[in-house]
């Protein structure tokens, strides 16, 4: 059958009409599978959720228990039917919990990837290549100007700047979900065994991680009502982006900005937030990684989505491949 009438892009989201759901919907729908717990693809208010155990939890603490009226936890690799098609979940590399759909139908496969990277993660799955006739990808960094150093590089950058100024407090701007618990599992792994101090809003997050037994080491609370301001000196502290516009990050002493991101590879993207220490620590893929996902998985054809569509789309057409963007709207790639 042709792809187009298996899964196709509508206002609320990629929409398979044989199988009545939609994946990651921007809007509440009957019927959602879900690729990842990040808000821009995990909304509430859906009627059913289909997604792996963990993005349904992390759902779950972050919406409460109404996130939507039922749920079903989807198994890694294996098969459920769902009306006249035939859905299938497996790791993505993301996050913690996170999945690519395969969606198959008389003999046609897609599979919507969702976000993903290829880089190693102590926190979640790798990702697994899946064959498919269609592979729909991400493009948040695609664009050949980005190339991302090794996260060992990156650590090392903080770890050194932790050494030469032990009177200032290095706060780490990172995203809540994946990004936190990655820099601080990263850290672990390079020998820092010192107590990481966290903002109130990963806090719940950090918890599961744990619970799901991933080893985080020796955390602590940053907010906590510390009359000292030098009790802090020498410490890492990682919180939300948005928290280092209030005065919760003033109370630091002498504080080291430092934002943790595939972004800060744009030097005026650092500048604009005032960062002192950029991390290029993304949990995407780079350009390479990319183009050589492509090349392993050799689909009939590519569908970009959002990001930097334009320019994988012609990539792909260059190697022979055909492609072409979706131009879905509602994800946001800031936060990474």
Same mark, same amino acid.
């Given at each position: 059958?042709?792809?187009?009438? $298996?899964?196709?892009?509508?206002?609320?989201?990629?929409? &398979?009409?044989?199988?009545?759901?939609?994946?990651? /919907?921007?809007?509440?729908?009957?019927?959602?599978?879900?690729? !990842?717990? !990040?808000?821009? !693809? =995990?909304?509430?208010?859906?009627?059913?959720?289909?997604?792996?155990?963990?993005? $349904?939890?992390?759902?779950?603490?972050?919406?409460?228990?109404?996130?939507?009226?039922?749920?079903? =936890?989807?198994?890694?690799?294996?098969?459920?039917?769902?009306?006249?098609?035939?859905?299938?979940?497996?790791?993505?590399?993301?996050?913690?919990?996170?999945?690519?759909?395969?969606?198959?139908?008389?003999?046609?496969?897609?599979?919507?990837?969702?976000?993903?990277?290829?880089? %190693?993660?102590?926190? +979640?799955?790798? @990702?697994?290549?899946? /064959?498919?006739?269609?592979?729909?990808?991400?493009?948040?960094?695609?664009?050949?100007?980005?190339?991302?150093?090794?996260?060992?590089?990156?650590?090392?950058?903080?770890?050194?700047? $932790?050494?030469?100024?032990?009177?200032?407090?290095?706060?780490?701007?990172?995203?809540?979900?994946?990004?936190?618990?990655?820099?601080?599992?990263?850290?672990?792994?390079?020998?820092?065994?010192? /107590?990481?101090?966290?903002?109130?809003?990963?806090?719940?997050? +950090?918890?599961?991680?744990?619970?799901?037994?991933?080893?985080?080491?020796?955390?602590?609370? =940053?907010?906590?009502?510390?009359?000292?301001?030098?009790?802090?000196?020498?410490?890492?502290?990682?919180?939300?982006?948005?928290?280092?516009?209030? #005065? *919760?990050?003033?109370?630091?002493?002498?504080?080291?900005?430092? @934002?943790?991101?595939? *972004?800060?590879?744009?030097?005026? %993207?650092? #500048?604009?937030?005032?960062?002192?220490?950029?991390?290029?620590?993304?949990?995407? &893929?780079? *350009?390479?990684?990319?183009?050589?996902?492509?090349?392993?998985?050799? /689909?009939?054809?590519?569908?970009?989505?959002?990001?930097?569509?334009?320019?994988?789309?012609? *990539?792909?057409?260059?190697?022979?491949?055909?492609?072409?963007?979706?131009?879905?709207?509602?994800?946001?790639?800031?936060?990474?």
């Amino acid at each position: 059958m042709k792809p187009e009438t $298996l899964l196709y892009p509508t206002p609320k989201g990629l929409y &398979c009409e044989k199988g009545g759901f939609y994946i990651d /919907p921007v809007q509440p729908v009957e019927k959602a599978l879900i690729t !990842h717990g !990040h808000a821009d !693809h =995990a909304r509430a208010g859906h009627t059913h959720v289909l997604a792996t155990q963990e993005t $349904l939890d992390i759902m779950r603490i972050r919406y409460g228990d109404a996130f939507c009226v039922s749920s079903q =936890a989807a198994v890694l690799g294996a098969r459920t039917g769902i009306g006249d098609i035939t859905a299938s979940f497996h790791p993505a590399g993301h996050v913690l919990g996170s999945a690519q759909i395969a969606v198959e139908a008389n003999g046609t496969r897609i599979v919507v990837s969702g976000d993903y990277k290829r880089r %190693r993660d102590p926190t +979640c799955a790798a @990702f697994e290549p899946v /064959p498919c006739d269609v592979f729909i990808t991400e493009a948040t960094f695609g664009l050949p100007v980005f190339h991302h150093p090794d996260d060992r590089g990156e650590v090392a950058k903080l770890l050194t700047s $932790l050494r030469q100024f032990p009177e200032r407090a290095h706060i780490i701007g990172a995203y809540a979900l994946g990004k936190a618990q990655r820099i601080i599992a990263l850290l672990r792994e390079a020998g820092y065994d010192q /107590p990481i101090y966290i903002h109130g809003a990963l806090a719940r997050l +950090c918890d599961y991680y744990e619970e799901r037994g991933i080893g985080l080491g020796d955390i602590r609370p =940053a907010t906590q009502d510390v009359q000292d301001r030098q009790s802090f000196a020498g410490a890492v502290v990682i919180g939300p982006p948005a928290a280092f516009a209030d #005065k *919760w990050a003033r109370r630091f002493p002498d504080p080291v900005a430092i @934002f943790a991101s595939g *972004w800060m590879l744009v030097r005026q %993207r650092a #500048k604009q937030r005032g960062v002192e220490l950029p991390m290029i620590i993304s949990d995407h &893929c780079d *350009w390479t990684e990319l183009t050589e996902t492509i090349r392993e998985i050799n /689909p009939a054809q590519v569908w970009v989505t959002h990001g930097r569509e334009e320019a994988l789309v012609r *990539w792909c057409e260059l190697e022979g491949i055909a492609a072409r963007p979706l131009h879905l709207v509602g994800y946001d790639d800031e936060g990474e």
